[in-house]
């Protein structure tokens, strides 16, 4: 299940490299921190990462129902990791859901505890979650 942001982060960043610039030597993971990290002290607060999840949740929720239905999660989270994510089982994603998903994903990145995510924290992060099956 924690793959579920990070996959439609990295889906949604395919699309922007395939209308803008690449750049060969910069990974998608460092693209989106650096989006990211509004304020740039090369660091995510809690409110920077919360932030982007409510954009992406408002990307995905092509028919503006406030809730994210399988279909639009479809190219982003496994059926699997829908259903985990589904705390309520109402068969979509609220925002709160996806929020409290992102939040779980954000305390497991942060290895040193300190409320910030470094660049290498999220690359590892990123890092274990392709690993994941
Ligand atoms: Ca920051
Ligand atoms: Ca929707
Ligand atoms: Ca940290």
């Known amino acids: 299940m924690k793959r579920f942001i990070l996959l439609a982060i990295a ?3 395919s699309v ?8 060969a030597d910069i990974s998608d993971v460092e693209i989106l921190f650096v989006r990211t990290d509004e304020d740039g ?3 995510l607060s ?6 982007m999840a409510i954009v992406q949740f408002n ?4 028919n ?3 809730a994210l239905e399988p279909a639009e999660a479809g190219e982003f989270a496994s059926d699997v990791e829908f259903t985990d ?3 309520d089982r109402s068969g979509s994603l609220s925002l709160e859901e996806v929020i409290s998903e992102k939040l779980e994903d954000y305390n497991r990145a942060d290895l040193n505890s300190d409320g910030r995510l470094s660049l290498d924290e999220v690359k590892q992060s ?5 690993d994941t099956p």
């Open 59 to 62: 990307l995905v929720d092509s």
């Open 85 to 87: 994510n589904d705390t």
């Open 126 to 130: 990123y890092r274990k979650s392709q």
């Open 46 to 51: 809690k409110a920077e990462v919360l932030k």
């Open 11 to 13: 889906s949604s960043l």
């Open 41 to 43: 002290n090369l660091n």
């Open 64 to 66: 503006k129902s406030g």
């Open 16 to 23: 922007l490299t395939m209308i803008g610039p690449t750049k």
